[in-house]
């Protein structure tokens, strides 16, 4: 991926998403990213869908605006080996908004794919 890419690709994750992508962070990885597919390792790798809700009073109100039954997010907990003792909503909370990256991500991937295999 050449640098004029990498800057459309940043502009794009950072106006459609909430994942803090900084492409000065990535000049040491812009040649090896040829596909999408390496790309999204390039994001996985280095944490970028990964959320961190610090405190409980954030975590709190995320899950009320985003999953008041808790459905969803206890449904994520789980497919990630939680188990019901382990759970604070702080750890939903993450789990959720790290989900919701991964969602937003799965959304642009055909735009960033013309963008990085162009």
């Not at 280095?46 to 008041?68: G, H």
């Not at 080996?81 to 991500?105: C, H, V």
């Amino acid at each position: 991926m050449n640098a004029k890419q990498m800057e459309q690709v940043e502009k794009l994750i950072n106006e459609r998403t909430d994942i803090d992508f900084d492409a000065q962070y990535f000049e040491y990885a812009r040649e090896d990213v040829a596909t999408i597919d390496d790309f999204e390792e390039l994001v996985e790798d280095n944490n970028l869908f990964n959320v961190d809700v610090i405190y409980y009073a954030n975590a709190i109100k995320s899950l009320q605006e985003n999953d008041q039954s808790l459905q969803y997010s206890i449904q994520i907990a789980v497919k990630y080996g939680y188990e019901l003792k382990d759970i604070t909503s702080k750890i939903l909370a993450s789990l959720l908004a790290s989900q919701k990256n991964r969602e937003d991500f799965s959304y642009i991937r055909g735009e960033l794919e013309e963008i990085i295999e162009a």
